[in-house]
């Protein structure tokens, strides 16, 4: 059997027992022809000298605590998003326990694609999701507290296979720093992050890929913004050329990608241009899965049922990357409705316009925080003092202040219409954020106002308990946020897998 080039930077010992027997394989795959190991991926565009070195911060990386920010990015897209929608929240029932599909009834997953030779990791996929769709109830579990969940249920047992089953290859092929190089500070963090910790892990990666249920794809789409974009160019071609390929090359170096399509493949990106940049590649934007933070159904590009919302969290410290979380308690928190921050996008300036300049001690909304308002309390100390902190959307829908509402148990005020919301597939939003359309933003406080004091109070104490499920870990702890992001992705391979009868 054919043993696929070994990762140097993979440990020997790569995984552990599995808990789960997987099912018996009826094919084998065919035997690859022989790889050259040492074969360079060549691309169209040159490198510049600085892809070889520590890219530096960006500017936006460096600001103070008074504001979260997003970078300036020129307006690049080729098209014009459609007409905004407003988010609809439909949740599954939280003690709901049957289920004909993994995916809620909201979601139809993609046409699976059938592969062109079987696995016995898709005997293993398919009998994960007849066991999700008949998992047992779960009734009182100490380590989930249901409420927050949409079926409860249901992702206890997805997490379970994916605990005992699940086996992830990482292609070894492409150079720093554009792969392999996880930049873990700033506001693109998450992809960084989850790149450093999946690349280190002993659990989950195998090192023949003939095992592997997933195939991940370990570029960086912040490296990508600063090693290949021209600053001025206002094209993303470039970007989009040395995706496409990348793509061609591990697709004729290997066969895995031509086996499914690119189905069992998937990257993680945390940049705005993660989405745009498969452009240029029809089965990478169509087949794979796309953990983006950009989750964006207007745009055409984020495909809801297969594709992985992903949060979108600010590291000021990777030494600390838990460093000052937490908030006072709901019954201090004096303050109704906090946000500061720069006028992106097309949310932000309404809600300035509304709420921004009043003589209102309930509506705290800024620009940027006034100097001789932070001489007696700083950004995060306003987040920590407020019960709803507004999270509007910036250039694009996802933003970190979601995330950082989370830390200091902030009830986070979600404003961006067509977002589909981190962990959507499993958490249920509305008991611990609330999501306001665009076109209530006149309306604001009277939405706020009219939310029952006890239910501000149950929203606030679920912030905290769902506040482990979004937090790093140096070494990643259960149901922590980088066992969610592979939990997503996982759900969405099991949803997609063709189920033969």
């Not at 995916?103 to 009998?127: G, H, Q």
């Not at 997933?214 to 001025?232: A, I, M, W």
Request: with cysteine; hydrophobic share 35%; charged share 25%.
């Amino acid at each position: 059997m054919f043993s696929a080039p070994q990762p140097e930077h993979l440990y020997a010992k790569t995984s552990s027992p599995s808990k789960i027997a997987p099912a018996p394989s009826m094919f084998s795959a065919p035997e690859p022809e022989h790889l050259d190991t040492k074969a360079n991926f060549s691309t169209r565009i040159t490198p510049s000298p600085s892809m070889f070195f520590e890219p530096a911060s960006s500017p936006v990386e460096n600001f103070d605590d008074r504001s979260m920010e997003e970078p300036e990015h020129p307006d690049i897209k080729e098209n014009s998003p459609k007409e905004s929608a407003p988010f609809l929240q439909e949740p599954m029932s939280s003690d709901s326990t049957s289920s004909s599909d993994v995916s809620s009834d909201r979601v139809l997953p993609p046409d699976p694609e059938i592969p062109l030779w079987s696995t016995a990791a898709d005997e293993d996929l398919i009998y994960a999701k007849k066991e999700i769709a008949n998992a047992p109830l779960v009734s009182g579990h100490h380590d989930l507290y249901a409420p927050l969940f949409r079926n409860v249920s249901i992702f206890k047992r997805s997490y379970e296979l994916m605990e005992g089953l699940l086996k992830v290859y990482i292609y070894h092929d492409g150079a720093k720093p554009i792969f392999h190089s996880p930049y873990l500070k700033g506001i693109y963090a998450s992809e960084g992050w989850f790149m450093k910790l999946i690349e280190g892990d002993q659990s989950f990666v195998v090192r023949d890929p003939n095992r592997a249920h997933l195939f991940y794809l370990p570029y960086s789409s912040r490296q990508l913004e600063h090693n290949l974009y021209v600053p001025g160019s206002n094209t993303l071609e470039p970007l989009s050329i040395f995706v496409k390929n990348y793509i061609d090359m591990i697709s004729a170096k290997f066969p895995y990608w031509n086996r499914t399509k690119g189905t069992d493949h998937f990257f993680v990106a945390c940049h705005d241009w993660g989405p745009y940049t498969t452009k240029l590649h029809d089965e990478l934007r169509k087949n794979a899965i796309k953990a983006l933070c950009n989750a964006d159904l207007s745009e055409g590009v984020f495909i809801r049922g297969r594709d992985v919302s992903l949060p979108e969290t600010f590291v000021r410290s990777p030494r600390k990357p838990l460093g000052g979380i937490g908030g006072k308690p709901a019954s201090q928190r004096s303050i109704l409705a906090f946000f500061a921050g720069q006028m992106h996008g097309r949310v932000r300036p309404i809600l300035l316009r509304h709420w921004g300049g009043k003589d209102d001690a309930d509506m705290k909304i800024y620009s940027r925080l006034p100097r001789r308002i932070t001489r007696r309390m700083n950004y995060v100390q306003h987040m920590k003092l407020t019960k709803y902190c507004i999270c509007p959307m910036g250039y694009e829908v996802n933003s970190p202040r979601i995330v950082e509402a989370i830390y200091y148990e902030c009830v986070p005020v979600i404003i961006a219409d067509n977002f589909v919301l981190p962990f959507d597939d499993v958490l249920d939003w509305s008991a611990f954020s609330v999501v306001v359309p665009e076109r209530d933003v006149p309306r604001l406080k009277e939405i706020l106002l009219e939310i029952p004091e006890s239910r501000y109070v149950a929203m606030q104490s679920n912030v905290r308990k769902v506040q482990r499920h979004f937090l790093w870990h140096p070494k990643p702890v259960k149901y922590d946020i980088f066992h969610m992001i592979l939990h997503s992705v996982w759900f969405s391979r099991v949803n997609q897998v063709l189920q033969v009868q």
